[in-house]
DNA sequence: TTCTGTGAACTGATTCACAGCG
DNA sequence: CGCTGTGAATCAGTTCACAGAA
């Protein structure tokens, strides 16, 4: 019944809003308004009340934001009410320190599979969060993705077989990828694509600090 | 001598064309024109010749770019024609996954120190593709960044201390910092940080399923 | 009076379309 | 001719400034 054109920009902000709030809500404050938001997550107050705005109309003029309904709305629009099934491809130095993460669980994921080509590790148990899994072969990787119901994979694979494993995950239905690997993949249109790169956002601060030594240390802070 | 106002946008496009061009230098190319390139890194031609522009005259009408010209070109732009020196502060399941990728070394970085609260862990070695290095204290970090000369840090320590941490780095000289905990920092001007958040990313694609799910699969594509 | 929600103005980035160099 | 480099047009996102709800 209500938009569906919350802007990219807004949408990227929401976690950091969602965080700020559940701070806020350990810190026993019933509401909170656009001036003290803003300042926990170091934008401005304007930039705040039209993210939100985007939203509905979630505030009380004359008062601010009631920080319970605003978590509940924003996790709403995020779609982490229930909690998300993701699975983790490659059981390398990546994949085993993502198993251990404890932040993906307090933040509305569980991670319900692992995948790994090699047979050595096909079977082991892995201590997660929130339980023990067993780690899977990769010639099984559908049926895993589809038994577990997995909704959203996280690709921590070698890069030279990283665009092979999206395009199984895609043919078996998963419609959400997250990609450690130093690789562009290319999927069909309506599979949402998030790239991290360490070494690109390495080689942004090095820039940085390049500009900075040419002339004089006065400079850039901040990415986005 | 030259400009200083490259967008914010066109720098973190550069490393992808890098990683382009080093590809197309594999394939023996000694030219690729901006509908290559575009093609190669996932942009539109237009895009690729604007933001190779802001950077100089570098392509030859008619012809295209010289792929090894430009790669040292952009790599002198993005400071990183010497080797930038990188220490990981926090030796847990990310810390100790950053020092075993050799993604970094490829890329113009190398790891020349690792630091560590823990007592138990201070003394260890630690292999990396650039060699072997020892755990220092955390007591020890001001004369760690020193005497390594360490341009970049990167923070994979348990949210709790993480401003801290930061606080003393940019004390101790640090002028760039690359954070994977789930918090904000707040650091003096000058001092450039990026922020690599894993929850917030799969929150974003999240939103996407939320959204595809509520009225029909056809959706949003990519990230940016 | 206090603070939200929002049009309007502005700023920055992308795309278009073409002049002009090799 | 083919392709770059770039002004001009467009688009998206941010900031301003204020009307109006509580």
Redesign the pocket.
Known sequence: MERQ?V????IQ?LPAYLRCLLQAQEQRMPV??????AEMCG????????????L??????????DVKALIAHISSVLGITERRRAAVIGYGRFGGALLGYSGFAERGFEIVAVVDADPAKVGTLVQTPSGEIAVSAIDDLERVMQEAGVEIAILATPASVTQGMADRLVAAGVRAILNLAPVRLVVPEGIAVRQVCLSTDLQVLSFHLAQNAQHGPQGADEQ?
Do not use: C, F
């Not at 802007?7 to 807004?10: K, L, R, S, V």
């Not at 401005?44 to 009340?49: D, E, L």
């Not at 509905?56 to 601010?64: F, H, N, V």
């Open positions: 054109s802007p990219q920009t807004t902000r909170v308004n656009s001036v003290e938001l934008t401005n107050a304007a930039q705040v009340r039209k993210d939100l705005s985007y509905g109309e979630l505030g009380t003029r004359g008062i601010g934001y986005e």
